[in-house]
C-alpha cells in the first residue's frame, strides 16, 4: 500500500494520467460473464430427433419374405396384406404384431400423419420406442437385412397412413390394420430426379389393379 501511494505521488505530481489511482479501470485479466446457451437438443430441421429403434434388438437377419413391398430399397412393409388386429393389453387399443425388416447400414424414418396421430401408434424393438414416429439408425448386418418385433396399435381397425422416409426420398404407403386399405398407387413426395421412379410405381399399380378387374370378369 506504502509502494502505490508514492507511486500515485509521483504519477500526480508529473501530471500523468492514470486509472491505477482512481480505481475507475476494470481489474486486469477479470472474466467476462455471458449466458448459457438455451437452445433445446434438436435434430436436422429445427425438430426434435425422432426416438431411435436399437439395432441390438434385431432379432433376425434374413431378407424380407414374400408379400412384404420394399419400399424406397429401404424397408420391407406389409403393404399388400390386412393384418390381424388383436386386443392389447391396453383397454380400448387393438394390437397387430408384424416385424420391421430394415436394409443393412440404411437410415429409414417412419412416421404417422399428424391426422391420424391420435388413433395409431407404431412401435418396434426389445422394447423399442413406441409413438408416432421413429428411426432406424442405418444397422449393420452382414446378410444386409434386420428385422425388428413390434407392430401396429391403432383404436379401431383401419388403413393406417405412413410416411416413409429414406435419405432425400420420402412416400407415404398405407398398411391395413384390421380392415383392408383400397388399393391405390403410393402417394409419393419425391426430388425432381425420382420423379420417373414415382410415375412407373403408380403406373404399374395400375395395370395391376386392371389385370385384377378383367381377371375377376372371366
Not at 414415382?198 to 378387374?213: I, P, R
Request: hydrophobic share 40%; proline share 10%.
Amino acid at each position: 500500500m506504502i509502494l502505490r501511494a508514492n507511486r500515485c505521488l509521483l504519477i500526480v505530481i508529473l501530471g500523468l494520467p492514470s486509472a491505477a489511482c482512481t480505481g475507475t479501470g476494470a481489474p486486469r485479466g477479470a472474466a467476462t460473464v455471458t449466458s448459457p446457451s438455451s437452445e433445446p437438443n434438436v435434430g436436422a430441421g429445427g425438430a426434435p430427433s425422432a426416438p431411435e429403434v436399437p439395432c441390438v434388438d434385431a432379432i433376425d437377419h434374413q431378407p424380407p419374405r414374400r408379400g412384404l413391398e420394399v419400399v424406397l430399397d429401404a424397408v420391407a412393409l406389409p403393404t399388400g396384406l390386412v393384418l390381424q388386429a388383436n386386443e392389447s393389453s391396453e383397454r380400448g387399443w387393438l394390437f397387430a404384431k408384424q416385424g420391421l425388416v430394415v436394409r443393412a447400414d440404411t437410415v429409414v424414418d417412419l412416421e404417422v400423419p399428424a391426422a391420424a396421430a391420435a388413433h395409431v401408434r407404431i412401435g418396434w424393438g426389445s422394447p423399442g420406442p413406441q409413438g408416432h414416429r421413429l428411426r432406424v439408425p442405418g444397422c449393420p448386418s452382414e446378410s444386409g437385412w434386420l428385422a425388428f418385433a413390434g407392430g401396429y396399435t391403432v383404436n379401431t381397425p383401419r388403413c393406417v397412413p405412413l410416411m416413409v422416409r429414406s435419405g432425400e426420398r420420402e412416400v407415404q404407403v398405407r398398411i391395413g390394420v384390421g380392415v383392408p386399405c383400397p388399393r391405390a398407387p403410393l402417394v409419393a413426395q419425391n426430388s425432381p430426379a425420382d420423379q420417373g421412379t414415382a410415375a412407373t410405381v403408380g403406373l404399374d399399380t395400375a395395370l395391376v389393379g386392371t389385370a385384377d378387374a378383367l381377371a375377376g370378369g372371366v
